[in-house]
């Protein structure tokens, strides 16, 4: 019965390095989202997933955010050439199906200095 | 695209007493409103939420109206404890993705 399951849980990057964010979403969940939350904010919609396929990616802020979910189970998100404003907390939901509850992980906290 | 405000930023309360949380939200087409609870270096725990063929639901202490007409929509928590307090997000959605509001810091005192 684990929930979602995000690592690493921090992250500090020098300015200019590539990372990479994971998400082990619950079993058998269809959909996944990816958000981005900066301090004292509310999240703000980054990308979803339905299965392997990305459906919308309308909230990705710039091209070097990428996100993948191959099998349609565990998702990456890469941030290429980070900058200072990348800095946030970057949370991963899933759900069941596409309009059911949204589970959230606990968040990867990622500093870019 | 859709825009959520929220209000207020922070509430104070007394425990005990009931806290009341506010959104509105500007596309006619949302239909599911959650309400989420963010404690401090967690992820945001679902703890109510309501879609828009119904005008109230209620859960133990928690509770949460509608009002589709006015496009606004609000958390209500009664006999609050310090265990209540907590950041607390109202979100709306049309279909996949949930825009979320500012955020009420809320602080139950005892």
């Known amino acids: ?113 | 695209g859709e825009n959520v405000e929220q209000h207020p930023s922070t509430l104070s309360v007394q425990e005990g007493d009931s806290a009341v949380i506010k959104c509105t939200y500007s596309d006619s087409a949302s239909n599911y409103f959650p309400w989420y609870k963010q404690e401090l270096g967690k992820g945001p725990q679902l703890i109510i939420d309501i879609r828009s063929n119904v005008g109230e639901k209620k859960d133990q202490r928690i509770a949460v109206t509608l009002n589709k007409t006015a496009k606004h929509f609000s958390l209500h928590i009664t006999e609050t404890q310090p265990e209540d307090s907590a950041v607390y997000f109202c979100a709306s959605s049309s279909g996949n993705m949930l825009t979320f509001g500012g955020g009420t810091r809320l602080m139950v005192k005892p």
């Not at chain 1, 200072?84 to 199906?97: K, P, R």
């Open chain 1, 1 to 113: 019965g684990a929930g979602v399951s995000q690592s690493p849980r921090y992250k500090v990057a020098k300015r200019g390095q590539d990372v990479a964010l994971r998400c082990d979403p619950i079993s058998g969940h269809v959909s996944l989202f990816w958000y981005q939350q900066a301090l004292g904010q509310g999240p703000e919609f980054l990308t979803y997933f339905q299965n392997e396929a990305q459906l919308d990616k309308s909230g990705l802020p710039s091209d070097r955010f990428f996100a993948e979910r191959p099998e349609g189970s565990v998702s990456t998100l890469k941030i290429q050439r980070t900058q200072q404003e990348d800095s946030a907390v970057y949370l991963c939901a899933s759900s069941l199906m596409w309009d059911t509850e949204a589970f959230f992980g606990q968040g990867t906290r990622l500093t870019v200095v």
